[in-house]
């Protein structure tokens, strides 16, 4: 054993990922340490309370799964659930297990530096203070840095504009003229919302999201009875799922059954709540570009149906993706909302902002210009995406190298939770790892519970320092590569893939996300825990160095 330190581990955000981490290693009876740059717990939910938020996963499959208290004692209102409701959970779960002691808050890591001698994270905050731990443990989210639009004269604006991450709780936007730029999923929540409260809504797309009804529903004292008898299965359903949701892509190819069964299929998709449409649908339809074409030919006719205008409807049929190869926006009559009279659809690909004025937004058009007045603008653009978090944090390991750079081209990860040269660092729930292109909770509880117990693991025997080799970490990369190469995802402008128009940088060239499925992530930690960690290099600082 090295150096001293402050904290055995310490745990950077607490939302749902870092909760549970803060929890397991609380339990372990570590010493330990969360920060959080929010004023209180819930991460993504204590942010994001635009108007509509809310869950597209069921509120029962996003929930914790390790806590039979938590689980006897919860009860969910809606099968997806608002935001309010879900910031709540996270608080009622932060009261019950008494975590909010070891987190302090209102408190952001500018710097992580790596102490060789020490073998110990130098950890810097904005106050100044720093802390040294043993481990560092990030579970920072996947969509915590909100990007803004690089348009001209934004700051001239007299009204009020903010980023829908940014949403205070006492706007009252309701009788005002509102502009919403950004149509994925957040921008089509705000926008089914608010249509209806305000006096004039203008939104403004550039490409258009494939979006299919949540069809939410209350659920009463009896349904939550039910669903509690239920957990373990609905659990075990979510486990032996690839995308950790209850649906499982249907075994059969879309040429297996006739066009007629194929529509009956898509119809009785189309009719239920939540991803089954996208995760439970025939098993070619994201990998194969004519399957992927008829089920995108069937979802532009649900689109044409819902909107009495031909010509709006056309601009919001995607044209530059297939369905399902970008995150589908869930929707409580979204495509309705155009058939409003104060509602108007610009489409930035025909009529691009030219800039915003101090009274509202400037579009070019063919001739010459045309001004929207606003007292309120709302940015729906999304985040930097997945590594954005790292790279607002000077992490520095293994001789002074930055992650930022050693991650420049995008993320090098093993197992999405470490990275070689970055000893002592283990990225939950982290780039490249299982629960970032699934349902997230699922996901994160599998790596919370590898990291707990490889620590736990290391303790017991003595051991002070784990570093990932570059070897395992370049086979986890090609493996990575090799599943998001098959997917048609691979392809498309999303944030799945780091895309943002938003940020001076390149888009990585390595995948972001492992499309490798849940079920596959969750066996590769098994092995490597099963075979004594053969992928890192652990060391006592008191015996000859071993390898794992
Ligand atoms: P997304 O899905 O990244 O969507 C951002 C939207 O904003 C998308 O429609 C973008 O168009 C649009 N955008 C981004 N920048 C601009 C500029 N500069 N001008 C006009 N329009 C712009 O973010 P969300 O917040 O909706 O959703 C994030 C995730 O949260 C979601 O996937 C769920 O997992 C929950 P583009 O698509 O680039 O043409």
Redesign the pocket.
Known sequence: MRGTTDYDCLVIGTGICGLYQLRRLVDLGVSVLAVDANSDVGG?WFN?RYPGCRF?SESFTYGYSWSPDVLAEWSWSERFAPQAETFRYLSFVADKYALRRHIRFSTRVVAAEWDEDGWLWQVEFDSGESVTARYLLTAMGM?SI??????EGIDSFEGTALH??HWPDDLDYRGQRVAV?????????VISTIASEVEQLVV??????WCVPLHNSAIGAEDMDRIRANYEEIFRQCRESPSGFMYRPDRRRTKDVSREERLAFWEKLYAEPGFGIWLGNFRDVLMDEEANSELSDFIAGKIRDRIDDAEVAEILIPK?HGFGT??V?LEIGYYETYNRGNVELVD?NRTP?ERITPKGVLVRDDAGGQEFPFDLIV?????D?VTGAYDRIGFRGVDGVSLRDKWSQGPETLLGIATAGFPNLLTVGGPQSGSVASNFPRGIEDAVNWATDFIADLAGRGFARFEATRDAELQWVGHVEEFHGNMLMSRT???FNG????LDREVPKRPLVYSGGAVRYRRRLQEEAAAGYPSFVISSGLTAELTG
């Open positions: 993504t994001n597209d969509l909100p990007t803004m639009p690089r348009l829908t991450f730029i950004g149509t994925g999923s957040t921008g089509v929540q403004f797309q550039l490409d258009a999201s530059d970008k995150r926006p930035l902002i940015f729906a653009t999304g985040f995406a402008k999303s944030w895309h943002n128009i938003n």
